[in-house]
């Protein structure tokens, strides 16, 4: 039968089929069309896989199982995402190109540095076209040194970025032979009162003075020559003033004609960290001054080895007595923003924190932010606020100043106009610096920013961040000068921040404090409950210590395996407890 055939050849191997083409042979019409594809060789695999999965584990298993592996992978996959928003957080940075051979990548995560990249780019760099003598030696800008900080992906908040700068050799070549220009004001002197008046309406120090609201008021009035208040009003500066200095020390500063890198520690609160990468003509060149109190100088003498030398590696220490804050803080501010008056001979001066670590030589520095951008003040902006409100509930916040105290100076402010930063304020970037470097050239109008600035810290509070501003652009409106807010990054990469002495230390032992007992004629001994007759209270031997009584539990539990273990777990805990009790 052709139906009986036609199964028969169909059941046959396809090793069959071989042999027929071989010998000739045609193949069947059913043959043809009954052509079925080989299941691949994994495919089976993997059935036979799943198929012994659900033998022995069983439904509800196997879904756990894959569960398991569907968490596995998103976490997987969330950790790579992860990592690949990091790294581009790091590459994805404006690019500024000086020429066609060198450019620049910056990053900062400063809230308005996305509206600010188009106007830095715009007006950055073209300070150095406008430089004819500056501009001419830089040629070719290839020979500038870059300088990448090591970057740690894992670190969170504000990152360094690279900086170019030219080799000390080309920047100290560059160093101005003039005193840069000063608009209007021309001659600047200091006022001393050797009888102080204290009629001022607030505010004010027996350091700083006590000027009248008027008063303050005309300094801001910018004429070709001013006389103001400017701390030390009782007679030149170290010498019975407040803030007194020995005359050897005096004498040194005086000495320091050129470049002074300022430094201060008060309190003992900071290590001295010692420079790097200075140069050998930076060594014989700059001053190194670090000032500190009585109690740091204690603290170095038995710790650092400071001797008469007066010198800790490249620092030569200066001690000061009599300072004339007891917050030292405010003291800090003295040789902060007075470097022009501790130095009257320097031309330019460079300050840093204590706890901060100078990593760049200080002639580069000056002729990246001051030299090559004609300018005598510069200081970076904060890495994230920008708006002076915003400085002064965060100082509330974190609890630096009295908060009636900052609200006071700001509503003064605002009654003089002080309005939140907006675009408005362009090519100003920024209203609240971060104030822990200063780079300036002392000129008459850079010294009168700083004395101004002072006497605001003076009467207000001691957080220079929320007066800085005020002063600045009351300055900029009289005169069209202003200073330069460089990228808090760039302020990262010539300066390393070290801990404080307090975070470095382990935690002393807690102090044993004596309790005495109170006397016998205090003690009231309170009257014993009604005891029923029929219900007299039990005493457990192992559970009663002294005067301290520990409750059994009434509630019956029920009896289950390893109770007995369980009950030798309690009865070892109180026995714990009562030694403890007799010990203390």
Known sequence: MSGGGSLGIRSGSYGSLDKQLQNGGSLLPVQQTSARTKPSKMFKEKEGLLYWICKFAGRKKVGMLLLCVISAAVFLWVLYVGKGEDAQE???????????????????????????????????????????????????????????????????????????????????????????????LKNLTYITEPVLNREAEFGGSDFGGYPPLAQRNNSYDIRESMSVHCGFVKGKPGRGTGYD?????????????????????????????????????????????????????????????????????????????????????????????????????????LWIDGKLELVVDPYQILERHLWRKNATFAISRHYKRFDVFVEAEANKAAKKYDNASIDFQIEFYKNEGLTPYSEAKLPITSDVPEGCVIIREHVPISNLFVCLWFNEVDRFTSRDQISFSTVRDKLWAKTNWTVNMFLDCERRNFVVQKYHRDHILPNPPPVPVDLEPPPLSLAVEAPPPPALVSDLPKKFPLETTGERVVRVPTRKVSPRRGGRRSASRRHRKTISSDRDTDSS
């Not at 500024?96 to 990053?107: A, E, K, P, Q, T």
């Not at 900086?163 to 220009?181: D, G, Q, R, T």
């Not at 001797?307 to 902060?336: C, E, F, L, M, Q």
Request: charged fraction near 25%.
């Open 90 to 184: 790091g590459d994805q940075v404006p690019n500024l190109r000086l020429n066609d051979s060198l450019s620049i990548n910056y990053s900062e995560s400063s809230p308005i540095y996305r509206e600010q990249t188009k106007m830095y780019n715009e007006t950055s760099f073209n300070n150095i076209e406008s430089q004819n003598s500056i501009a001419n030696s830089v040629e070719p800008m290839d020979k500038m040194v870059s300088v990448r900080p090591i970057e740690n992906k894992k670190r969170t908040g504000p990152r360094p970025c690279p900086v170019c700068y030219l080799p000390v050799e080309e920047a100290i070549a560059l160093m101005p032979k003039v005193p840069s220009f000063s608009p209007v």
């Open 245 to 349: 200095l020995d005359e050897e020390d005096i004498l040194y500063m005086e000495q320091c004609h050129g470049i002074v890198v300022v430094s201060a520690i008060f309190g003992a609160f900071d290590d001295i960290n010692q420079p790097s990468n200075i140069s050998e003509y930076s060594r014989k060149t700059v001053c190194f001054v670090m000032f500190v109190d009585e109690e740091t100088e204690a603290y170095l003498k038995a710790n650092s080895g400071l001797d008469r030398t007066k010198k800790i590696g490249i620092w030569r220490i200066v001690v000061i007595h009599n300072p004339p804050y007891s917050d030292a803080r405010r003291t800090g501010k003295i040789p902060k923003l007075l470097a022009h008056r501790l130095f009257p001979n320097a031309r330019f001066s």
